[in-house]
């Protein structure tokens, strides 16, 4: 029989790596959803470690149009790395709930020093997040902490926790891009990073993807799952911090959880950019915990939750 799961739930309420998309209230908005119970079953433990503290934007200056508000995710980042680390160390799982995107500075950060860098990343985006502030186009850090895991870009970022870059660029794959700047393009070409965009998606189907991921998993031991809602289509998921009208379905989406549940050492991952004002009848919510229970090997759906209130 299969030991149990530990999963300790981490919030990070953090909005200062984008403009003010209201992501910061999603773990409380997610947490009144029901997500520690929803996520709760015989082989999945739940506890939930409360909100890391972050100080709100109106307070703190923004500091260099490149580098908005470094100072404060660096700090932010610094925390969430040690909290990661520590979870991790002690061979507990981990669901970082933000926020933006920037929080995955931290946490990937931790997992790998606590894991020694035996570490791979599954990106679920459909922005790249790989710029740097040499090739911002706002300076919103929610779209450099990709690069800075990777080493490159401001050595604050970089040396978040540990001096250095924290994944090899072989060791992580950008799955449902479909909004790439032209600096990312040209990055990701020249560093040849994994990419499975929409474009892959529609012309050859999920096969070169699973067999991407099954290529990672030999190469590490574990696997650092970061979700961000808005690569999912608009129809499915409305509640995010910038919709998308050209996402995965949730057929897609659905179907690549699963199979990183199914076949990968999850160790953590991050759930991040849910926006509760955007949402329609709490269906992101819904999809968000459902994705998450799947990327962590069990399940959470309309079927699971019609047998528990219809069992004898």
Known sequence: ????????????PMDLGAENLGVDAAPKALRTRGIVKKLQNPQIEIKDEGNLKISAREKIKAGKKNLKYLDEIVRVSEVTAKKVDSVISSKNKVLAIGGDHAISLGTISGASVALKGDLGVIYLDTHGDINTDKSTLSGNIHGMHVASVLGYGNEKLINVYKKGGKIKKENIILVGGNDFDNAEEIFIKKEKIKTFTIMDLL?????????????????????????????????????????????????????????????CNVVGMDLVEYNSTKDIDNKTAELAIELTAKIFGSDYSPYTQYMEKNKI
């Open 203 to 263: 012309a050859n189907g999920m096969n070169p993807l699973f067999k991407i991921i099954n290529d990672l998993n030999k190469k590490v031991k574990n696997i650092w799952v970061s979700l961000d809602l808005d690569v999912i289509d608009y129809v499915y998921a409305p509640g995010v911090g910038i919709p998308n009208t050209g996402g995965l379905t949730y057929r897609e989406i659905s179907a690549i959880a699963k199979y990183i549940g199914k076949n």
């Open 1 to 12: 029989m299969a030991s149990k799961k530990k999963i300790l739930i981490i919030g990070i």
